[in-house]
């Protein structure tokens, strides 16, 4: 006989695709997020999966969830928000500061070429490494470090896009966005405010896009 443990899992399984939809249009185009692939992207991937077991019934609702190491997964609209305001068209080479869980990655890895992706927490980057491969994401390079040093060996990038809250815009990140290129970040310390950057080739273009609140862009361990 099937447990009733099995069974709910069962049970569950079949209402997330349910939820994601619902998640879409309740939370997210509602709001105004109106890129088609991006909405596409948030209705594939399953979010439930980044989380812990426990967290599941919670994974598609309107708000963060604690991943551990004091870090949060944020919550959907602000991840397809932010992801919107990349521009992605599928050929990008994309830098993710902070991935966390994992769950903005794959979001990003279905929209463009290529993620390198960088996580400060060893605990979480191994998680997301997991659940990546458990999915079949393989466009994804994931490393551990002080991503406000970003991956220079890597750039230029196309884009980037940083989940963790800097003090001020990190001169290194700056420095490896390609010209034409995009990076959406949170700024500040107590008040913190979600800009974009524009890089040409003669200057910095800086807008204001929404006031937020993330978990703060760690420094380095070894200083």
């Given at each position: ?60 609702e309107d708000f963060p969830l604690g991943i551990g190491e004091g870090q949060t997964i944020s919550q959907p609209y602000i991840v397809a928000y932010m992801t919107e305001q990349l521009g992605l068209k599928g050929d990008e080479r994309v830098l993710e500061v902070g991935a966390g869980c994992g769950y903005q990655t794959a979001i ?116």
């Amino acid at each position: 006989m099937v447990s009733r443990e099995v069974m709910r899992t069962i049970e569950e399984e079949n209402l997330f695709p349910e939820r994601r939809r619902r998640m879409v249009e309740e939370q997210i185009a509602i709001r105004g997020v109106r890129d088609e692939r991006v909405l596409a992207a948030m209705g594939r991937v399953p979010r439930h999966l980044f989380i812990d077991k426990d967290l599941e019934s919670n994974a598609y609702e309107d708000f963060p969830l604690g991943i551990g190491e004091g870090q949060t997964i944020s919550q959907p609209y602000i991840v397809a928000y932010m992801t919107e305001q990349l521009g992605l068209k599928g050929d990008e080479r994309v830098l993710e500061v902070g991935a966390g869980c994992g769950y903005q990655t794959a979001i990003l890895a279905e929209l463009c070429e290529h993620v390198y992706a960088i996580e400060y927490f060893p605990t979480l980057a191994e998680r997301a490494k997991r659940t990546l491969a458990r999915l079949g994401i393989g466009n994804v390079s994931l490393r551990v470090g002080d991503g406000r040093r970003g991956w220079p060996e890597a750039a230029p990038f196309d884009a980037i896009l940083a989940a963790a809250a800097a003090a001020s815009l990190p001169d290194a990140l700056v420095e490896q966005l390609a010209p034409g290129g995009r990076m959406v970040l949170p700024l500040g310390k107590w008040r913190q405010v979600l800009k974009r950057i524009e890089k040409t080739d003669s200057e910095i273009r800086i807008k204001k896009l929404l006031d937020v609140r993330f978990v703060p862009l760690l420094e380095s361990r070894e200083g």
